[in-house]
């Protein structure tokens, strides 16, 4: 088994046994390590919570917590996007494992939907994860960034969180 896969592990772990600091640190980790998708993390927890008999109202505790950990994890790209520009960001591109036309996609977005790309983009797979790039580098407001990173990822989050809680009670439903 490769650290990749022994890492994936610990993170189940980490959110079936430990449910809010599990998806906080995860959700974290997620932002800035893309192979930990969110759409492993948040169905795994909401299925947790169905497991483990939680009120229905934790879906919302869980989104909030995750959405708090993303927003936390968005930010350092943010940062290093306003920090280094356009060009300081090309040069190491190759270290983060970031393809250029990845990045390129994130920017039409962010140039076509303006700051509620934001918002929008923490919905949209793939694009989750860079959209603070180039908010960074069109020097979105940091207030307005935080806000909108954290309304579009604690959306993604208790939507996931939900399906995960949805699909557990249709499958002990067939049981």
């Given at each position: 088994m490769?650290?990749?896969q022994?890492?994936?592990?610990?993170v189940?772990?980490l959110?079936?046994?430990?449910?809010?600091?599990?998806?906080?640190?995860?959700a974290?980790?997620?932002?800035?390590f893309?192979?930990?998708p969110?759409?492993?993390i948040?169905?795994?927890?909401?299925?947790?919570?169905?497991k483990?008999?939680?009120?229905?109202?934790?879906?919302f505790?869980?989104?909030?917590v995750?959405?708090i950990?993303?927003?936390?994890?968005?930010?350092?790209?943010?940062?290093?996007a306003?920090k280094?520009?356009?060009?300081g960001?090309?040069?190491?591109l190759k270290?983060?494992?970031?393809?250029?036309?990845?990045?390129?996609?994130?920017?039409?977005?962010?140039e076509?939907?303006?700051?509620k790309?934001?918002?929008l983009?923490?919905?949209?797979?793939?694009?989750?994860?860079?959209?603070s790039?180039?908010?960074?580098?069109?020097n979105m407001?940091p207030?307005?960034?935080?806000?909108f990173?954290f309304i579009g990822?604690?959306?993604?989050?208790?939507?996931?969180?939900?399906?995960?809680?949805?699909?557990g009670?249709?499958?002990l439903?067939l049981?």
């Amino acid at each position: 088994m490769n650290e990749i896969q022994l890492f994936i592990e610990w993170v189940i772990s980490l959110v079936t046994e430990n449910l809010y600091p599990g998806v906080f640190l995860a959700a974290l980790i997620e932002t800035v390590f893309p192979p930990i998708p969110s759409e492993a993390i948040f169905p795994l927890a909401g299925y947790t919570i169905l497991k483990s008999e939680m009120p229905f109202i934790h879906i919302f505790g869980v989104g909030f917590v995750g959405g708090i950990g993303a927003t936390l994890g968005a930010v350092i790209f943010y940062l290093i996007a306003l920090k280094l520009g356009r060009s300081g960001l090309y040069r190491y591109l190759k270290y983060a494992k970031i393809k250029e036309t990845r990045l390129e996609k994130a920017d039409k977005w962010f140039e076509k939907y303006g700051d509620k790309s934001v918002i929008l983009g923490r919905l949209v797979p793939g694009i989750r994860e860079l959209v603070s790039i180039p908010a960074g580098i069109f020097n979105m407001k940091p207030l307005k960034f935080l806000l909108f990173t954290f309304i579009g990822s604690c959306a993604w989050s208790i939507l996931l969180t939900a399906a995960g809680y949805y699909f557990g009670v249709a499958t002990l439903d067939l049981i």
